[in-house]
Structures are given as C-alpha cells and as structure tokens.
C-alpha cells in the first residue's frame, strides 16, 4: 500500500482506486478496530463507487490496518486523526473531496469537515446522538474503561460487557494491535463538535439496530444541511445492508447544491 509520514512521523497507509476524469475523489475512512479493507473493500462500497465511476480512497487510521501503531495515547483522537485526512488529501494534491466516515471515522470526517473546506460532500454512518450529547462516539453504550480493559486483558473471560466483547472478539480475529487500540480508546473525542459551521451537505446513514447509532436525527438536526437514511442492521452488520451502499452512491451523485431524498 502506499504511504507517507505524517506531521508525528507516524506512517498512515492508503489505497487509491481510480475513476473518471472531473468527479471529485471519495475519501472513505474506517471504524474502529477496522480497517479501510474490512471497512470498505469486503463490503463492497468501493466496487460500488467505482462502477458508478467515482475516483475513490480508503486511508488506514493510525492504530489499525497497515498504517503506524505507536502505545502512546497521546498520539491518537479523532482530531489527530482528522490531521491525518487533511495530510492525504495534501498528498494526493485533491481540490475537492467527498468524505465519508463510519463510527469513529464519521466522528474523523466531522471534524475534519469543520476545519478543511475541501470538503464537497459528507457522509456519516454508525454515529447519532452521542455526536451532540458526547462529543463523538457514544460513551454512554460504550464506556471507555470497559473496553480498555477488554482489550488489554489476557483473560479475555473477565469480559463481561456485551458490546466489549464483541470488540475485543474482531480485535483478536483482524490481528489487530490490542495495545494501540486501547491507546485510541483513551484518547477518542469528547469535547463539542462544531456541527453548526459544516458547509457540506451532509448524509447521516444509521442501522435501525445500531445502538452507537441512537436517534441519529438528533445529529441529522444540528447539521445545517443534512438528510437522514435508515438501514437494517446492528453497528457492525449496517455496514454490509444491501441498502447501504447505494444510499452512499446516490448521494455523492447528486449535484452540489441539489436536494437529495432522505
């Protein structure tokens, strides 16, 4: 995969796919745990854009997949993250962009979305409430402690919340870093989000099962230009609805500036 340094000197991977000629590039950036390929790939979104003709990439976070997995929590949180976005979309030298995010990328992709102005087009899956009420990812379903310690066990037994273990469960079969994962999970966002100031219109997408996805038309209301889709599925199976990724083609298709249907 190809790579650069970003400003910590920690290496972020990232694959691009290429399109036609004059659309702008679609940025897709992952959950936790996740990578751009389980993400993204394996479900089948990329194929989906790029049959639809869009230029498209997938960026590893920090911590996952094939990019840098540094212990220190200080060098992880969405923001941080966040950084990363705006350093690849320097390196592939986009003007515009549209960015998508799921779960912990959707939290990425707003913060991002308040700060570059390159962003043309948004989308935000797997996030609702919790943006608003939390400052991103929803702690209240999942507290920060509890997954930390799910992830940093050995005895993985001692696991006793649902969810934790269900992310302890896909850290251990993606071979993922468990010790930089409970290093991003220290550190994830918890502070308001300017949502009042994203210019981007906006398509929130959440499983009707998703509950990190809770009244996501709470989020859908504090974004000043935001249509909101329901899909069938839990956190981690909305991702893999068959509605899922063509809502996401549809619209990125529709011109800036247009109505698109919720």
């Known amino acids: 995969m190809p790579q650069f340094h970003a400003d910590d000197g920690t290496v972020i991977a990232y694959k691009v796919w290429e399109g036609e000629p004059g659309l702008p590039l679609v940025l897709l950036h992952h959950g936790f745990i996740a990578s751009g390929l389980t993400?993204?790939?394996l479900p089948g979104v990329v194929s989906a854009l790029t049959a639809a003709g869009r230029r498209v990439a997938t960026v590893d976070a920090r911590g996952h997949g094939a990019s840098g997995?540094?212990?220190?929590?200080?060098?992880y949180g969405e923001t941080r993250m966040a950084r990363d976005v705006t350093a690849l979309i320097d390196v592939l030298g986009e003007p515009r962009f549209d960015l998508v995010g799921y779960s912990m990328g959707a939290v990425v992709a707003l913060i991002t979305a308040t700060r570059d102005p390159r962003v043309r087009r948004l989308v935000v899956g797997g996030v609702g409430a919790g943006v608003v009420e939390c400052g991103g990812v929803d702690t209240r379903?999942?507290?920060g402690a509890v997954l930390r310690h799910a992830l940093l066990t050995d005895d993985p037994g001692s696991i006793t919340d649902g969810a934790a273990v269900a992310f302890r469960a896909f850290a251990d079969a993606s071979g993922g870093d468990r010790?930089?994962?409970a290093a991003q999970a220290a550190a994830v966002h918890a502070e308001p989000i300017a949502l009042s100031g994203i210019a981007a219109e906006t398509l929130v997408v959440a499983g009707r099962d998703d509950h990190l996805a809770a009244r996501p038309e709470v989020l859908a209301a504090a974004l000043p230009r935001a249509v909101l889709r329901?899909?069938?599925g839990d956190h981690l199976g909305a991702l893999r609805d068959p509605a899922f990724a063509p809502a996401l083609v549809e619209f990125l298709a529709v011109p800036e500036g247009a109505a698109a249907g919720a």
């Open 39 to 41: 993400n993204w790939e």
């Open 69 to 75: 997995k540094p212990h220190d929590p200080a060098r």
């Open 141 to 143: 379903v999942m507290d």
């Open 179 to 181: 010790r930089a994962l």
């Open 230 to 232: 329901r899909v069938h």
